[in-house]
Every structure is written in structure tokens, then in C-alpha cells.
């Protein structure tokens, strides 16, 4: 079985920047605020939030949430009936469209491109790795194929901790939490302190350093 390295899934978005060019871009989508390409060696990289309007498109909707529970995280059903944050959902699908004939190896994503690789790569059932992603599932119930994904989150970045889990929110797949010498919420999020923190800093017996895992 293929495996990607996930330091290595870290770097590639890092290199990114991002955006969606790059010497080893085969095929884009920018649709609607929605980017990924496909890259070679057949991975589908989800490019995360790159412009402010995203947060309110995609990320929170505290514009159109006006019933009186309202919390600032509108969700919608999919497909299968199961229940997502809707700006997610919204943003997945559009993934998911262009992902399908594509037929991905691998998918990776950071942000809100980490929210969407979750989603398509357990309806896919893709071997996917997100990166300081926000919780998009809500609910208890298993998910599709969701023991392909796995989640990579720093303590003290934020945006892994929402939507709270006390509304009914969490991630899809496996999570590993990774605990930084140093907490730094500002620089927390960044793919490149992700990047540096697996590359440089002692990491638990556990923690899989490829995926899918192999043993």
C-alpha cells in the first residue's frame, strides 16, 4: 500500500503557499472561493482560507444564523443525511465534484481546505491528512469511511478547538494532538509551524509518521 509521509504532506502545502500554481500542479479548480489541484503522484491538495470573505462564506455564518440558539455555525445535512458545519459541507462538495473522476491517492488540506479533506476523503474513502482543521462533523455516529482521514492538531492552535465540542462538533477520523515546547497562539495555525514542529521536535511513539498507517 502507498504511503505519504506526513511531514513531507506538512512541506508540500508550505510550498504551496497557499495557492493552487506550482511545477508539480497537473490539474486546478478555483470555483466559487473553492481551490485544490491535483499534483503528481496523484495527491489533491486543498488550498485552506486565502481570503477574509472565506471566513464568513465558508468558515462562520453569524449573518444569515438568526434563530434564537444561534451559535455562528450553521449546519446542513449531506447527502447521506449526516449533519456538517454548513459552510464546510458547502465547500467539500465542490471538492468532492472535481475530486471523484480524479480518482486521488492521496488528499491533503490545512485550514479550511483540512475541514474539507476530511469530508471527501471519508466519502471517497481516500487515505487524507488535515492539517489545523476545525471540527466539521456533528454528531456521534460513524462516518462513511472516516478511518481513512487523520487529523493533525497543535494545542495551541485555536482554530482545531471549533466548533466547540459542547455544541455537538468533531473532527472526522483519527486525531492527533501534537504539544509544541513552546505555545504560541498566533504563529499556531501556520502550516509552516506544523511543518517545523514534525520535522525538528521529538514526537510520541504513537504518533504515525506515515499514512495510511502500514502495521
Not at 468532492?96 to 491517492?105: C, G, I, R, S, W
Not at 509552516?192 to 499514512?211: G, I, M, N, Q, R
Request: hydrophobic share 40%; aromatic share 10%.
Amino acid at each position: 500500500m502507498k504511503t505519504l509521509d506526513v511531514a513531507e504532506a506538512a512541506r508540500i502545502i508550505d510550498r504551496m503557499d497557499g495557492g493552487i500554481d506550482g511545477p508539480d500542479v497537473v490539474e486546478t479548480i478555483d470555483l466559487r472561493g473553492v481551490q485544490a489541484a491535483m499534483l503528481k503522484r496523484g495527491i489533491l491538495y486543498i488550498a485552506g482560507t486565502n481570503e477574509f470573505s472565506d471566513w464568513f462564506e465558508f468558515n462562520f455564518d453569524f449573518i444569515h444564523d438568526r434563530a434564537p440558539d444561534a451559535h455562528g455555525f450553521r449546519m446542513a445535512p449531506g447527502d447521506s443525511g449526516a449533519l456538517w458545519h454548513a459552510g464546510f459541507l458547502e465547500h467539500a462538495q465542490i471538492v468532492y465534484a472535481f475530486a471523484k473522476p480524479q480518482k486521488p491517492a492521496f488528499i491533503i488540506g490545512h485550514s479550511l481546505g483540512g475541514a474539507s479533506a476530511q469530508i471527501v476523503g471519508a466519502s471517497l474513502g481516500v487515505p487524507s491528512l488535515s492539517f489545523g482543521s476545525p471540527r466539521p462533523y456533528h454528531g456521534r455516529a460513524h462516518f462513511g469511511r472516516e478511518g481513512f482521514v487523520l487529523n493533525i492538531c497543535r494545542t495551541d492552535d485555536t482554530l482545531c478547538h471549533l466548533p466547540p465540542r459542547f455544541l455537538g462538533f468533531r473532527h472526522i477520523g483519527s486525531v492527533h494532538w501534537l504539544n509544541p515546547p513552546a505555545h504560541d497562539v498566533e504563529e499556531g495555525h501556520s502550516i509552516e509551524s506544523y511543518a517545523k514542529l514534525l520535522e525538528d521536535d521529538p514526537l510520541p511513539a504513537s504518533f504515525p509518521k506515515a499514512w495510511p498507517p502500514t502495521g
